[in-house]
């Protein structure tokens, strides 16, 4: 290589290593000095501007960012978003849909309430809320004539049934209130009040005495809940089928051996209630369990019973014509029997209701 060339090239490879190792230095000096800072803030020191926090006027986004007080400053801002949520927005759906009246819970104003008392006066014992939910975990807020509820009847014996009733649950892992069999809770309409939560062991004990307790308590206008646990069927008897007909059920007569089933009707409702499911068991299994949300109206309107054309089944004509509630109006009934003929048919028509929606003979 000529030698203009060569001294050339030796200048310039001694200016670029000079280059390199002043910003090597540079560097270097500059991780040291933010160690030496944050040094400091652990023992106090590094203060800039009366501030402890360690950041420099010449920090970038991503260093403040990556830095563990700006890490603790996001974590307190989440913690308080969380805690204004839950005493503004939780508190203004519980108000809303959980307590429309002063008398269901003792403290309104307390999300610790345990019990809720009835609006007859007190003479039945107070009812235990076992957990509240705002909205009973609908989605949807419900419209000011209805009111929340949360049905679900359990996989098996040992997966115990839940029921919420405008943001309480009445029924939830506790043995004392809801139990094997059919459960029923009754809603006072006009205040708002559960009135009693009770439970009928249809396996072990006849059901005859769930036909005098419905006599003298559900009243009317009382909006009932009925849902199964367990088993339900085993010695629910014809007769307490036929109450449960009467007052707006049109599944109940296929209620069998570990069938999950549940109701919400009113008395002195015409026609079959809306509010109704029933899963079947196989194999002496379990019946698929029934998990559901509800918007249930203080005034629940019934579905007119469906009528179709069996001529032999006279006895059970008799019986589905004699019960007025079973028609959606008195014009519905008067088409298809004669009350003069002692219940009897009109025009030699003979319709009576499918899916087992008329009282077993």
């Known amino acids: 290589m000529p030698m203009k060339f060569y001294s050339a090239y030796n200048v310039?490879?001694?200016?670029?290593?000079?280059?390199?190792?002043?910003?090597?230095?540079?560097?270097s000096m500059d991780v040291d000095k933010r160690e030496t800072a944050n040094d400091g803030v652990g023992r106090g020191e590094g203060k800039i501007n009366g501030g402890g926090s360690g950041w420099k006027a010449g920090d970038s986004v991503c260093?403040?960012?990556?830095?563990?007080?700006?890490?603790?400053?996001?974590?307190?801002i989440i913690v308080l978003v969380l805690v204004l949520y839950k005493t503004v927005y939780m508190n203004y759906l519980y108000l809303k849909n959980g307590v429309k009246s002063s008398t269901?819970?003792?403290?309104?104003?307390?999300?610790?309430?345990?019990?809720?008392t009835q609006g007859n006066g007190g003479d039945r014992p107070p009812i235990?809320?076992?957990e509240i939910l705002p909205n009973c975990g609908l989605q949807t807020i419900c419209s000011d004539n209805a009111f929340p509820v949360h049905i679900y009847t359990g996989k098996n014996m040992t997966d115990f049934p839940k029921l919420c009733i405008m943001g309480?649950?009445?029924?939830?892992?506790?043995?004392?209130?809801?139990g094997r069999g059919i459960n029923i809770a009754l809603v006072e309409p006009t205040?708002?009040?559960?009135?009693?939560?009770?439970?009928?062991?249809?396996?072990e004990y006849s059901s005859s005495n769930m036909d005098e307790w419905l006599s003298t308590t559900m009243k009317d206008g009382y909006v009932a809940i009925f849902f199964t646990f367990d088993e339900a069927s085993k010695k629910l008897t014809k007769s307490t089928r036929n109450v449960l007909y009467e007052i707006g059920s049109g599944k109940i007569q296929d209620l069998t051996y570990r069938c999950q089933w549940y109701m919400v009707t009113q008395k002195g409702i015409r026609g079959i209630t809306p509010y109704e499911k029933i899963t079947?068991?196989?194999?002496?299994?379990?019946?698929?369990?029934?998990?559901?949300?509800?918007?249930?109206?203080?005034?629940?309107?019934?579905?007119?019973?469906?009528?179709?054309?069996?001529?032999?089944?006279?006895?059970?004509?008799?019986?589905?014509?004699?019960?007025?509630?079973?028609?959606?109006?008195?014009?519905?009934?008067?088409?298809?029997?004669?009350?003069?003929?002692?219940?009897g048919l009109a025009n030699g028509v003979y319709p009576s209701v499918s899916n087992y929606d008329y009282p077993t003979v």
């Open 104 to 116: 269901p819970i003792t403290d309104v104003n307390s999300w610790n309430a345990i019990y809720t």
């Open 63 to 76: 260093y403040i960012m990556s830095s563990t007080s700006f890490r603790y400053v996001i974590c307190v």
């Open 191 to 203: 205040t708002y009040t559960i009135v009693v939560v009770k439970n009928f062991d249809t396996y």
């Open 168 to 178: 309480k649950y009445v029924v939830s892992f506790n043995r004392t209130v809801g």
């Open 280 to 343: 079947y068991s196989h194999r002496n299994m379990w019946a698929e369990p029934l998990d559901d949300k509800l918007c249930v109206p203080f005034q629940i309107t019934g579905n007119a019973v469906v009528v179709d054309d069996l001529t032999n089944d006279r006895e059970s004509l008799f019986q589905l014509c004699n019960m007025t509630s079973r028609w959606a109006t008195t014009d519905d009934q008067s088409i298809y029997c004669n009350e003069s003929n002692d219940g």
């Open 12 to 27: 310039r490879s001694s200016i670029n290593r000079s280059l390199i190792k002043e910003h090597t230095t540079n560097d």
């Open 128 to 130: 235990e809320v076992v």
